[in-house]
């Protein structure tokens, strides 16, 4: 079955519209600051995911103005959007949706205190609703991918464990995931509060894996950035792991000596992809997500049946099933 967001997004839909209106603002707001031409820069808009897990939630605890949470929904947002512009700075990235990344328009500086201003309108955003624990959390959470990226940056490959993987995943990106599906619970001190933030934990560390297995697998145009590009930055994923982990002693010599950290040219990419085959790396990682995936389910049944229940369960199955 083919899953499309519009259809997942139905219940939500003038809502979701809200909220990209209010990132593309905020995303123009900031590149007025450094005169940046729009057209050449990264789009704001992107999947929404997180916002609309943070209104579908809402919805599915028995909100019913969803349209209270557009903020909070866009504060989500704009804090994935600034991870993302810090995470370009420190990737030497280039490419970012289909378009320059904001570290190649601007200088490294400039990019960073965009990815700054980002975080300072999210906060602004979450104070709108008089929540202090709403705001620590959020704060936390800014504090959680730090610190992912922090303790794994320097680890090697032969030291990483697929324990690693995960604690990578669940602080980069599982936390944001999670504070956005239970923000809507603490705001209305709903008792499942709880239960929406292991779902978004669990559905965002497959959302991850996925990110990472589309790396190794996915074309360049429809990913919007260059394919193999977590090889040539020398990142441990949980798919690299598990190629490393099953590659004989001479494959991996060679896999760090002309591969790794390197610009990789047609030969080695061929090289790669046989192996990701012959290991069968593909099928081994969407066993992984789907165990993931049955998981946060689990606890969306925990809810009363609702349509914002049936779309975040159609948006699990999304997360695992898309292309890019």
């Not at 999210?122 to 504090?143: F, K, M, P, S, T």
């Not at 992912?148 to 690693?164: P, R, V």
């Amino acid at each position: 079955m083919v899953l499309n967001l519009s259809d997942i997004y139905e219940p939500i839909q003038e809502a979701i519209s809200e909220v990209a209106k209010e990132v593309q603002k905020v995303w123009e707001d900031a590149l007025k600051l450094v005169n940046i031409d729009f057209s050449m820069a990264p789009k704001a808009k992107g999947k929404l995911l997180r916002p609309a897990i943070c209104l579908l939630s809402a919805g599915a605890i028995g909100q019913k103005n969803i349209n209270t949470y557009v903020s909070l929904g866009t504060a989500f947002e704009l804090l994935h959007l600034a991870s993302l512009t810090h995470d370009d700075v420190i990737d030497r990235a280039v490419l970012r949706r289909g378009g320059q990344s904001l570290n190649t328009l601007w200088d490294n500086h400039a990019a960073v205190l965009g990815g700054d201003y980002l975080v300072a309108r999210a906060i602004e955003l979450l104070g709108i609703y008089e929540n202090y624990e709403l705001i620590i959390n959020a704060v936390q959470c800014v504090r959680e991918m730090a610190e992912g990226e922090l303790k794994f940056f320097a680890k090697s490959i032969e030291n990483f464990t697929i324990e690693d993987c995960t604690e990578l995943a669940r602080r980069k990106t599982a936390m944001l995931f999670a504070r956005a599906a239970s923000s809507p619970a603490l705001i209305k001190k709903s008792p499942v509060m709880k239960t929406l933030f292991r779902f978004g934990e669990n559905i965002g560390i497959a959302f991850q894996f996925i990110d990472d297995l589309l790396d190794l697998t996915q074309d360049t145009n429809i990913l919007g950035k260059p394919r193999y590009s977590d090889i040539s930055e020398q990142k441990v994923t949980l798919p690299i792991l598990t190629l490393w982990n099953k590659l004989t002693d001479n494959e991996k010599e060679l896999f760090l000596l002309h591969i790794f950290g390197k610009s990789i040219d047609k030969k080695e990419q061929q090289w790669l992809q046989q192996n990701i085959e012959r290991y069968k790396i593909e099928e081994d990682l969407l066993q992984y997500t789907e165990r993931l995936k049955l998981t946060a389910i689990k606890e969306l049944n925990q809810l009363p049946d609702s349509i914002y229940k049936d779309s975040l369960i159609k948006l699990c199955h999304f997360i695992v099933q898309r292309e890019n």
